[in-house]
């Protein structure tokens, strides 16, 4: 029968180790203000229980006393109820301590289960999760339900969790930032990021993007920009059409004859320059369109225009102020990294927070885009499942079998336990009412 005053804690008993090689056993930790409580809660319960046995007990023996010595009829049933309360009482309360520990410390077989069986418990456990939480099946359901994209997007969406979340990303920025060495980044970058930008060829990679702006006419504004540019410098420049008309012109032509030639000469320069200026279908427009196309091709398969692209690239790499660039690049980015994180108000950050946030009410409303995420998401989890399942499932297995048992079972009845005394509780109950019953029918037949 159970005390009110906690068990004491007996010398541990040597036990099977399944952890790699001869780790000791984990303890589990000592008991918090919330334990504590559980602790004086479950003491009571067994003090409830506890008297209730009592209680049968002394019904039992005043009942036999009435039965026997002042024969009362009825004490007969009466003391059958409170036998029967003793016998349920008792065995209830060994089939609860048994979980725990050996009942008044005697060793009796099947018993102390949850010592005993901590491994197999903690297997069991871990086949459990394995089986029924970490299916495929269960995970792309659950992901499928819950909607992660667009449950993540409406969050992100309202601006005090876009600041919290840029808050946060922009500290663990100038965590980063602060950890590395400057000369460590910069080495990378010049030996790295450098001389894989020499590696690459630049020719066809910049021949593809430019036929990709040729098709989309992006490149259209550029060239009405030059023409502007042309007629503009044409229109400022007349005194050097004359100029080098009087130059070229022979020496026995007279003055005026000169400068009426560069007078004509001039306007048609630029009645031509406004001619291309003014009209989208030139076919000096063309013609640019034409030669752009072709030099888009040749930077993608004539080997001398890509052998001089090369030559290009290296010259502008090797320049003394790209040089320069590259030699103060980490210095820049670290520095806004460290202004966005120490201004709430910073333009980089405002930037960032913007653009969460408008990628937040992109998933709101892109059906497409939210399901492709929510897609990725759930192959990404499955993918996790089904490689490392076992490995999840083993730490649970290795986990418990590291556990003290003596402190695990203790944890364990401190969780449940008080539960547990219930079922001493209703075992009384029910037992003196099965003895009523068997008595009483008893009574009955023989009569």
């Given amino acids: 029968m159970q005390t009110s005053r906690a068990p004491e804690r007996p010398a541990p008993s040597p036990q099977r180790d399944r952890t790699v090689g001869s780790v000791p056993a984990t303890p589990l930790g000592g008991f918090g203000p919330g334990d504590e409580q559980k602790r004086r809660d ?9 008297g209730f046995l009592v209680g049968a007990t002394v019904v039992f023996f005043v009942a036999k006393y009435l039965e026997v010595v002042q024969g009362l009829p009825w004490a007969a049933y009466l003391r059958a109820s409170a036998e029967a309360g003793m016998v349920g009482a008792l065995a209830d309360w060994f089939a609860v301590t048994a979980l725990f520990r050996h009942p ?22 871990g086949d459990f999760v394995g089986e029924n939480f970490l299916s495929e099946a269960v995970v792309r359901d659950k992901l499928e339900r819950i909607g992660v994209s667009e449950q993540v997007g409406h969050w992100i969406g309202q ?12 500290t663990a920025a100038r965590a980063v930032v602060t950890v590395l060495r400057d000369e460590d980044v910069q080495n990378v970058i010049e030996t790295v990021a450098v001389r894989k930008l020499m590696e690459v060829p630049v020719g066809p990679p910049m021949g593809k993007a430019l036929e990709g702006v040729l098709v989309d006419g992006a490149h259209r504004r550029l060239v009405d920009l030059v023409c502007d540019r042309a007629y503009d410098w044409v229109a400022d420049n007349q005194d050097m059409v004359l100029r080098v008309v009087h130059d070229r012109a022979p020496s026995w032509t007279p003055r005026f004859v000169d400068d009426m030639v560069a007078d004509k000469l001039f306007a048609e320069i630029r009645g031509y320059a406004w001619a291309v200026k003014t009209d989208p279908e030139h076919p000096l427009r063309h013609a640019v369109d034409r030669y752009l196309a072709e030099f888009a091709q040749d930077l993608q398969h004539d080997e001398t225009t890509m052998d001089r692209a090369e030559q290009v690239k290296r010259q502008v790499i090797e320049h003394p102020e790209v040089q320069h660039f590259i030699g103060r690049a980490w210095t820049v980015v670290k520095g806004m990294v460290l202004d966005a994180a120490d201004d709430p108000s910073n333009e980089l950050r405002l930037r960032a927070r913007d653009a969460l946030m408008a990628f937040g009410r992109r998933l709101g409303r892109d059906p497409e885009l939210t399901a492709k995420l929510n897609g990725w998401l759930a192959d990404a989890a499955c993918y996790v499942v089904r490689h490392y ?27 449940v336990g008080r539960d547990l005394q219930w079922i001493r509780i209703n075992g009384t109950v029910v037992g ?16």
């Fill in 389 to 415: 399942r076992h490995q999840i499932t083993t730490l649970i297995t290795e986990t418990v079998a590291r556990w003290d048992a003596e402190e695990t079972s203790r944890k364990v009845e401190l969780q």
């Fill in 42 to 50: 479950l003491r009571r319960m067994k003090m409830v229980a506890t």
């Fill in 159 to 170: 601006q005090a969790n876009a600041d919290r979340v840029t808050a946060e990303l922009v």
């Fill in 432 to 447: 003196a009412l099965a003895g009523l019953v068997i008595h009483t029918v008893g009574e009955l037949l023989v009569g």
């Fill in 104 to 125: 008044l410390r005697l060793p009796i077989p099947h018993t102390a289960i949850i010592p005993r069986k901590k491994d197999a418990i903690g297997d069991s456990l």
